[in-house]
């Protein structure tokens, strides 16, 4: 009858299992096994192609890629900055809402959610629009008040960029951790306000520790996420190309080499790099923020 029992309800997981085959395992598989090809070309490139075998080679090319390891640098500099960042001002607004009445909370969290309901495609498009000095009203506002701002300029296109994710991520991080709050036992605020702690002291002391494996989850969400950054700097190029370049991201590298350059094989590998510097990243992560909680 056990057995039964857990037949049953591994049975609920079947059609998690079959998605996670079909579209996670096969395309990383599928991936894997296109990296340690590479078409070659004979003839000068005037005759036909045809396909190697060429081992790691592809991933030996991937990881003395100067575009493509500076790329990596450059977004893991700006994910130091702007996560902490949104991570702040998300922490801030879960707080605020924590100190209302649930009435409040419940109007300002959908008021808050509404960012990040939009597609991030239209949210950059929005933006972008919002910063052209042509028909964008930033600039004259900066105008009006003595500010002579361009941001698409070379120093700006990076806060440019940061200030599109975290108008656009805030919502959905405050969301987690604000739920996160909800399950702090409400009698440690009371005895904390009968000893006498100021609201500051018990949010320092009592809520922020309360909440830290959602700051921890969001943190690691937001670097998966940072990562992997396209559609931003992609329209950003659209608008800037002599700022934005075509290797600005890692992602904006693999794209092009892939549909672009036609260079598939070489694609994939960059992929399965790009994959693997994640997984690296969010395990020391991971390891870090568990050795301070020890």
Not at 49 to 75: C, K, P, W
Request: charged share 10%.
């Amino acid at each position: 009858m056990i057995r039964s029992q857990r037949w049953k309800g591994a049975a609920f997981t079947v059609p998690f299992q079959l998605g996670f085959v079909f579209l996670y395992l096969l395309p990383i598989g599928y991936a894997i096994h296109q990296s340690l090809y590479l078409e070659k070309q004979s003839g000068l490139g005037l005759g036909g192609s045809t396909t190697e075998f060429v081992g790691l080679e592809n991933y030996q090319h991937g990881l003395t890629d100067s575009a493509f390891m500076t790329s990596i640098l450059r977004v893991v500099l700006f994910a130091c900055v702007q996560i902490p960042f949104m991570l702040l001002v998300s922490l801030m607004l879960a707080l605020c809402l924590d100190a209302v009445t649930s009435r409040v909370a419940g109007r300002f969290r959908i008021l808050l959610l509404v960012p990040y309901m939009i597609p991030g495609v239209v949210a950059a498009i929005v933006w972008i629009n919002l910063y052209s000095p042509e028909v964008g009203p930033l600039t004259p506002l900066g105008d009006l008040f003595g500010f002579d701002w361009n941001f698409f300029a070379p120093s700006m296109v990076w806060p440019s960029i940061g200030n599109l994710l975290t108008w656009h991520g805030i919502g959905y991080n405050m969301v987690i951790i604000y739920s996160a709050l909800q399950g702090v036992p409400r009698e440690l605020f009371e005895a904390a306000r009968l000893d006498g702690a100021s609201e500051l002291r018990i949010a320092l002391s009592i809520k922020i520790p309360f909440v830290r494996g959602a700051l921890v989850l969001t943190a690691l969400l937001s670097i998966i996420q940072m990562l992997q950054i396209f559609n931003e700097p992609a329209l950003f190029r659209n608008v800037t190309p002599q700022t934005v370049s075509d290797s600005f991201a890692p992602i904006m590298i693999i794209y092009n080499q892939a549909f672009n350059a036609g260079n598939y094989n070489y694609a994939a590998a960059l992929s399965v790099l790009l994959a693997l510097f994640l997984g690296i990243a969010s395990f020391l992560f991971y390891r870090l923020t568990s050795r301070e909680a020890d």
